[in-house]
């Protein structure tokens, strides 16, 4: 089996290349490389943090499938408190618990923490996970963000505009208030970047909580009406509409 890059020019540590690319999850990797499994241009390569540049570097591995699985990408509702990973040292449930067992390996195309639901991308197309997951690509995903207390409209307009966080700061942000019951303070909020937490960050810096958070759309691709805990498989005009703009 041999793995070339999608995407010229990126460089990664070894064991999540593996992953990455779609031969299985990053502790399975890991276990490969150490296994002297794998080879990077010919030589055996036995550390898993190795760098490699996927565009310049031929990567293969030892005893592993001849024939590579038939591209999948599936949409699948998170319920809250689901952790995306394969294993989870807590304990807790994964999103893999919640899939067929009849499916191939598939990897996340972003991440929702523990906390969020909503639209999760699985897929083992790598070519479509980095159009969704890499920053340059903005593709924006859609969020029903659920606070403490509406915020001002000053506020909203730093949300808008770019905040200040820990990590630089966020692009601008489509925001706008959501009819609701009464009492109920909801916004939706368009990102084109997926910095770890950052909504519950950009809410926190101007003063509010998050109360619940649920993303709904990735690209024009719409979460809809499908039930928390279940997935659907996409076809080729789901994965145009997720690679879309608006």
């Not at 949300?159 to 990590?167: E, H, N």
């Not at 706008?176 to 990102?191: D, N």
């Not at 039930?227 to 659907?232: I, Y």
Request: positive net charge; contains cysteine; glycine residues 8%.
């Amino acid at each position: 089996m041999t793995i070339h890059s999608p995407q010229p020019g990126r460089r990664v540590q070894l064991h999540r290349a593996l992953s990455k690319l779609g031969w299985g999850s990053r502790t399975q990797a890991w276990a490969w490389v150490r296994a002297g499994e794998v080879c990077v241009d010919g030589r055996v390569t036995t550390d898993p943090l190795t760098w490699v540049d996927l565009d310049r570097q031929r990567i293969t591995r030892q005893g592993g499938a001849t024939v590579s699985p038939l591209p999948m990408t599936i949409a699948l509702h998170k319920p809250r408190g689901i952790v995306v990973t394969r294993r989870d040292e807590r304990g807790r449930r994964t999103v893999y618990d919640l899939l067929p067992p009849d499916l191939p390996w598939l990897f996340p195309a972003g991440r929702l923490d523990a906390d969020s639901e909503g639209l999760l991308i699985l897929t083992n197309d790598s070519a479509l996970a980095v159009r969704l997951t890499e920053p340059a690509h903005a593709i924006p995903k859609t969020y029903h963000v659920t606070l403490d207390a509406m915020p001002a409209d000053e506020d909203l307009q730093r949300l808008r505009k770019g905040v200040l966080l820990a990590d630089g700061e966020t692009r601008p942000t489509r925001v706008r208030r959501l009819p609701s019951p009464i009492g109920i303070p909801v916004l939706e909020m368009v990102l084109t970047e997926g910095r770890n937490r950052q909504i519950r960050r950009m809410a926190a810096a101007i003063g509010h909580k998050v109360r619940r958070l649920v993303r709904v759309a990735v690209g024009a691709y719409q979460l809809g009406d499908l039930p928390a805990g279940s997935c659907r498989t996409l076809d080729a005009a789901d994965q145009r509409q997720l690679l879309r703009r608006k």
